[in-house]
């Protein structure tokens, strides 16, 4: 079956940087797209990233552009999220997601929009 699993979570303080995984398994990951999500403390999961199958295409949410930078590995089966200069609103618990359909052309924002996630990896910034 597929399985997600996020790592390299932690606390940092503002200004420093985390590199977060998501290595996947069960299902043909290089055949899709895959995307970073976040969830705050009493708000909604939101959008941070998302790369196409290829690796060829990203994109960002504005709270995170230009600070974050998601990659990914076919080779290793694994997505990235590299994030620096990170603030206290970056604290939440981020969870990596595939997308529904094989080979998309298009980066999906919405949550609906994918159909398996990991477990989470919880990152705090101290300010």
């Known amino acids: 079956q597929v399985q997600l699993v996020e790592s390299g979570g932690g606390l940092v303080q503002a200004g420093g940087s985390l590199r977060l995984s998501c290595t996947a398994s069960?299902?043909?990951?290089?055949?899709?797209?895959m995307g970073w999500f976040r969830q705050a403390p009493g708000k909604e999961r939101e959008f941070v990233a998302g790369?196409?199958?290829?690796?060829?295409?990203?994109v960002y949410s504005d709270s995170v552009k230009g600070r974050f930078t998601i990659s990914r590995d076919n080779a290793k089966n694994t997505v990235y999220l590299q994030m620096n200069n990170l603030k206290p609103e970056d604290t939440g618990v981020y969870y990596c997601?595939?997308?529904?359909?094989?080979?998309?052309?298009?980066?999906?924002?919405?949550?609906?929009?994918?159909?398996?996630w990991g477990q989470g990896t919880q990152v705090t910034v101290s300010s």
């Open positions: 997601a595939k997308d529904i359909n094989v080979g998309r052309t298009t980066l999906q924002f919405t949550q609906s929009f994918y159909d398996a």
């Open positions: 069960g299902y043909s990951f290089s055949m899709y797209n």
């Open positions: 790369i196409r199958w290829s690796g060829t295409n990203t």
